[in-house]
């Protein structure tokens, strides 16, 4: 397992794990405009192969964790915990002291992941979320890097 940063190369690839693991996906232009923007944008690859991928925004010493996702057939082995870890890592270096995110309370499994991880919730976005019979909240949690 490596990390690289994620490149325009890498978007084929990130896009299709997107779209396996998210009913309403970002787009290509939402992660090239991401790279673009030079935000901290990582892709996992085990033998060359990109399994994961994931998005951060820093402000000051927050860091927003914009998207993460693991390749389906990758998931349940630890993958998405050491990628979280690594950015983590990461973001301490870069002195930021607290990572954010926004979660669907619909997910479970993400819910339980992110709590697994360390992360807790501090609110809630209203009709945050695109879902198929309207709107849906976001819970957001939070962690010390």
């Known amino acids: 397992?490596?990390?690289?940063?994620?490149?325009?190369?890498?978007?084929?690839?990130?896009?299709?794990?997107?779209?396996?693991?998210?009913?309403?996906?970002?787009?290509?232009?939402?992660?090239?405009?991401?790279?673009?923007?030079?935000?901290?944008?990582w892709v996992m690859r085990e033998a060359d192969r990109v399994i994961g991928?994931?998005?951060l925004m820093h402000a000051v010493d927050e860091a927003h964790l914009l998207v993460i996702g693991i390749a389906p057939e990758r998931q349940r082995a630890g993958r998405g915990r050491a990628l979280l870890e690594f950015l983590a890592a990461r973001a301490r270096t870069a002195g930021i002291t607290r990572l954010l995110l926004e979660v669907?309370?619909?997910?479970?499994?993400?819910?339980?992941?992110?709590?697994?991880?360390?992360?807790?919730?501090?609110?809630?976005?209203?009709?945050y979320y695109p879902a198929r019979d309207g709107r849906e909240d976001a819970i957001v949690m939070a962690r010390e890097t």
């Open 53 to 55: 991928f994931a998005v």
């Open 104 to 127: 669907r309370p619909s997910n479970e499994a993400a819910l339980a992941f992110y709590r697994q991880a360390g992360f807790a919730e501090i609110g809630r976005r209203r009709a």
């Open 1 to 41: 397992m490596s990390f690289a940063p994620m490149t325009p190369d890498d978007l084929d690839a990130v896009l299709a794990i997107e779209e396996a693991v998210q009913e309403f996906p970002w787009t290509r232009g939402n992660f090239a405009d991401a790279i673009e923007a030079g935000y901290d944008a």
